[in-house]
């Protein structure tokens, strides 16, 4: 059967006119795009919404939840009555995902003491930390909506305990734009997988130049830094640039705004396989603040993770994710923790002295937490069945945070819990006015940092979320 040229005409002239009407549409969709960009979001720093405190984050995440009934908020009562049912009234109103029937409650076997001019309270497990004591916010009255890990860990990170929602450090990218072409806006330092996976530093709906890019440890903390044998800078260079070329051709044909962003993405893999073996090199230290953290210039560990977030925040990188292990102590917890705690201690306190040393302090918000907290009662039955080596069970509804620097009050102690360390009964604060209050020492208003998606105005604190202006300096 012959088609007739009219057919073959008329097909040719449809096939023009969706691609031009194809082009025209996404030029206008790009253009919007690119103006939007313009204000909060652009790559390049821009202008905040008032005056900040804080230039830039470190997020300390301790994954898993510690117990803050044995580090941060000691409690007698619930000492006095260890071994005891807790009462029916109380179980009432709390849900434990682990632990059936009636549980005993346990006070926590450490001793506390009052540190600094603060006076603020410290478990044993903590000395180097509690010596700077002055320097931290800390929020004993934190609360959360989730109790289950991954669900809680994306809404400490997304405000939203369902995938798909850029995370806060994505957020502060998307608001502050880079101060450091040569490296990413966002870095994640972790050893181990979190529970929500990257999709804890995931850009969601944001343009996805504002994830988080994980960094390892070793030699090579991102795959394919190094050229292959035989190539070199140079001739990489080439390569890039041809790439870019195609890509920006296929943009004016598609006006797809991710392909910008992969263009973007390819350049800076490029100018990082110069700037980030210097970052890494952790021999330019000296052997004094190497003492200081407890780390060692070859040997991947928290305690070098927190130097390094130290050297990124020192190039300008807006948010760095520092990751620690092995929280979640069901069982175990009399050995399990001061392992946890010995990992962290003293590095923690040698960051903030640091930062503090290198006149870095006020420009820069350093948050330590969990997802959630540890229950007051005993869980005697791991999830895996074991018995006999008791821990603490998840625990959504108190827990403590702690912040330092960036325009956060110092040495105050922010929030009370009930006698057993239950529920807030002073000044409770939820994940949303934790990133609210953050947001706002960034200079950023968490109600007008938006982004447009699927017909609605999204922000990180969704309809929430208020300021806590008693820890604001």
């Known amino acids: 059967m012959e088609i007739s040229q009219d057919i073959l005409a008329l097909q040719a002239n ?53 117990s803050q009934v044995d580090l941060f908020d000691p409690k007698d009562e619930l000492r006095r009555l260890d071994g005891q049912k807790i009462p029916e009234s109380i179980l009432a109103t709390s849900k434990f995902p682990f632990i059936s029937g009636t549980p005993n409650l346990m006070g926590s076997p450490y001793k506390f ?24 916010a800390i929020v004993r009255s934190m609360q959360t909506e989730e109790v289950g890990h991954a669900a809680a ?29 040569n490296l990413p806006s966002y870095v994640v330092l972790s050893g181990q997988p979190t529970y929500a996976g990257s999709n804890t530093w995931g850009a969601g709906f944001l343009p ?7 960094f390892r440890s070793g030699q090579e903390p991102i795959f394919y830094l190094r050229n292959p044998e035989g190539i070199d800078a140079d001739d990489q260079g080439s390569v890039v640039d041809a790439v870019n070329r195609l890509n920006r051709h296929q943009a004016t044909q598609v006006g797809d705004p991710e392909i910008e962003t ?33 780390a060692k210039a070859e040997e991947p560990s928290f305690a070098a993770n927190c130097l390094i977030a130290r050297r990124l925040s020192e190039r300008g990188v807006r948010f760095v994710q520092v990751c620690s292990n092995n929280w979640d102590h069901h069982e175990d917890i009399y050995t399990a923790l001061p392992r946890a705690c010995q990992q962290v201690d003293r590095p923690l306190a040698a960051l903030i002295r640091d930062l503090k040393q290198r006149g870095m302090l006020d420009e820069t ?15 005697d ?9 008791p821990g603490r069970d998840h625990h959504k509804d108190a827990f403590t945070t702690i912040l330092c620097g960036g325009g956060a009050k110092p040495g105050v102690t922010y929030g009370a819990t009930d006698d057993l360390g239950m529920k807030p009964v002073e000044n409770p604060v939820h994940v949303h006015d934790l990133h609210a209050t953050a947001l706002h020492l960034l200079g950023i208003d968490h ?19 208020r300021v806590v202006q008693e820890i604001l300096a």
């Open 153 to 181: 860990e994306l809404f400490f990170h997304t405000g939203f305990a369902r995938l798909g929602r850029p995370s806060f450090g994505c957020w502060t990218a998307y608001g502050l734009g880079t101060e450091n072409q």
């Open 208 to 214: 996805s130049r504002h994830q988080g890019v994980k």
């Open 365 to 379: 918000l350093v948050i330590i937490s969990g997802e959630f907290g540890r229950s007051p009662v005993v869980q």
């Open 447 to 465: 109600k007008r940092l938006t982004y447009r998606y699927q017909g609605r105005n999204f922000r990180l604190t969704d309809v929430h979320g």
């Open 14 to 66: 449809r096939r023009a006119f969706l691609s031009g009407s194809a082009f025209g549409l996404g030029s206008i969709a790009l253009s919007t795009l690119m103006a939007t960009s313009k204000a909060l979001g652009a790559e390049a720093p821009v202008s905040t919404h008032f005056g900040a405190k804080a230039k830039r984050v470190i997020f300390v995440y301790l994954i898993g939840g510690p």
């Open 113 to 136: 003491a009052r540190h600094g001019q603060s006076a603020a309270h410290f478990s044993e497990l903590l000395p180097q930390f509690a010596s700077v004591a002055d320097d931290l």
């Open 381 to 389: 039955t791991a999830p895996n069945g074991r018995k006999g080596r």
């Open 262 to 294: 992969r263009v973007s993405q390819y350049e800076m893999a490029f100018r990082m396989q110069s700037s980030v073996p210097d970052l890494m090199n952790l021999k330019t230290e000296s052997p004094s603040t190497l003492d200081q953290y407890g």
